[in-house]
């Protein structure tokens, strides 16, 4: 579950960014949830490696 909190943690730390972006029109909160999308992208890729570890040597 602690992967599931940081998955969570690093959406909700982009909330800001994507409110002033979509709302506000703010590109360079737009460049920061580009980013932070590709960030929870690797995330996600390193917990789905590891879950299928996980998977394989159970």
Not at 24 to 43: E, M, P, S, Y
Not at 47 to 55: A, S
Request: with cysteine; hydrophobic share 35%.
């Amino acid at each position: 579950m602690e992967q599931f909190k940081v998955l969570h943690d690093l959406l909700m730390s982009m909330e800001k960014d994507f409110q002033k972006f979509y709302d506000g029109g703010n590109n360079a909160a737009g460049t920061r949830v580009r980013k932070g999308l590709q960030d929870l992208k690797n995330k996600c890729q390193e917990i789905r490696l590891d879950v299928q570890n996980r998977k394989n040597n159970a």
